[in-house]
């Protein structure tokens, strides 16, 4: 067997020996005819820029953290990052319609239809989101200043994008926490004025510091449930019941709710509330009746502040005009061309015309040895 394989060898060897002329003059025809087309075939330029990941706007109305001993925190991850987003929102119609008509490329693109148009800009077209988060931005283009004026007109367009997406976001966001700041607003004025005339009614019911402390609590736990609703009805407007954002948001709110029981009617002996004090619902009649008034207007008192820091923070947002993305480089004019790469186009002739080469010498080899 072994000396088979060596005669097999051999012959190889020897029958591509005869030949050597024959493979040296296609490999090098092959080579020099590559290199000549490649040489007239047309030069492309790559215009890049880079954005550093840009931070996680994601808005939220919870107080986060307040009391974490009583209720843990339930935060689960989202799926896409800010960069993915960003990315997709690069290549999406709106940013590369914008982009085709304010550089005027339907006839550099080579059609009078903006569908096909899209469809060739996109091939051209190169967004890689890293996984540092870091966005790479690239357009080709035989002109090299077209090249970079373009990616960098897709880079200014998708600030635009962007910041008009946040400005929208916090105006709703605002118009809808101005509604309810004006609810809360009314139910404090209310609260106060009930909590005001009972204790002209009742001078002598007063509570004890360890009570207030526990009013002052669960209005915390309230206040918390409060604005996570709050949350939780403004995010539905625009994700699905089953999205990550909204059962984390659910569940909070049911867990609060039973903080809020078990710190008013009495919870397990091991539970953490228990030690606090007695259940606010085994204070006496007038005594319960003080404590919660108290805690109504404890409750929106904290609610009416959180609600009016979250209301300015939306005006703010909605008010900037200061770019949302950093960029890391603009495109500058590409020096070089990014393609054709003639040294892997000569390296592909001179493979193939081996390979087409060693099939005519195996065929012609075959039909003399008949």
Do not use: C
Request: aromatic content about 6%; proline content about 4%; overall charge negative.
């Amino acid at each position: 067997m072994e000396n088979e394989n060596k005669e097999f060898w051999l012959d190889i060897f020897l029958t591509l020996l005869r030949w050597r002329k024959f493979l040296f003059v296609n490999v090098f025809a092959a080579a020099i005819i590559m290199a000549g087309i490649s040489l007239i075939l047309p030069k492309w330029y790559k215009g890049d820029a880079v954005i550093l990941p840009p931070e996680n706007q994601h808005q939220t109305l919870s107080l986060g953290g307040i009391v974490p001993d009583i209720i843990g925190s339930m935060e689960l991850p989202l799926m896409a990052s800010p960069s993915d987003l960003i990315g997709s929102i690069a290549s999406s119609r709106a940013v590369v319609d914008s982009v085709i008509k304010s550089q005027d490329l339907m006839d550099i693109l080579g059609t009078d239809n903006l569908d096909l148009a899209v469809k060739r800009f996109r091939k051209r077209l190169k967004v890689k989101v890293l996984e540092s988060g870091i966005i790479e931005i690239s357009y080709l283009d035989k002109d090299p200043q077209r090249a970079a004026n373009v990616t960098n007109e897709l880079v200014r367009i998708l600030d635009d994008t962007n910041r008009n997406v946040r400005t929208t976001k916090a105006k709703n966001t605002r118009i809808f926490i101005e509604e309810r700041l004006g609810d809360i607003g009314d139910s404090l004025a209310a609260a106060e004025d009930s909590l005001a005339a009972f204790s002209l009614q009742n001078q002598a019911i007063s509570l004890d510091e360890q009570t207030k402390a526990q009013i002052g609590i669960v209005a915390q736990l309230e206040g918390e449930r409060i604005m996570a609703e709050t949350e939780l009805d403004l995010i539905k407007k625009s994700l699905t019941p089953d999205h990550p954002e909204v059962i984390r948001l659910t569940n909070r709110i049911e867990g609060l709710r039973d903080g809020i029981r078990r710190l008013e009617f009495g919870g397990n002996g091991d539970d953490s509330s228990s030690m606090l004090s007695q259940p606010l619902s085994d204070l006496p009649e007038l005594a319960l009746k003080l404590a919660r008034l108290t805690r109504r207007v404890k409750i929106h008192e904290t609610v009416f502040e959180l609600l009016t820091g979250q209301y300015e923070q939306a005006r703010i947002e909605e008010s900037k005009t200061t770019p949302t993305l950093s960029v890391l480089h603009y495109a500058s004019i590409p020096l070089l061309k990014d393609k054709p790469k003639r040294i892997y186009l000569v390296l592909f002739a001179v493979l193939i015309s081996i390979v087409f080469s060693q099939l005519w010498i195996w065929l012609i080899e075959h039909l003399l040895s008949v």
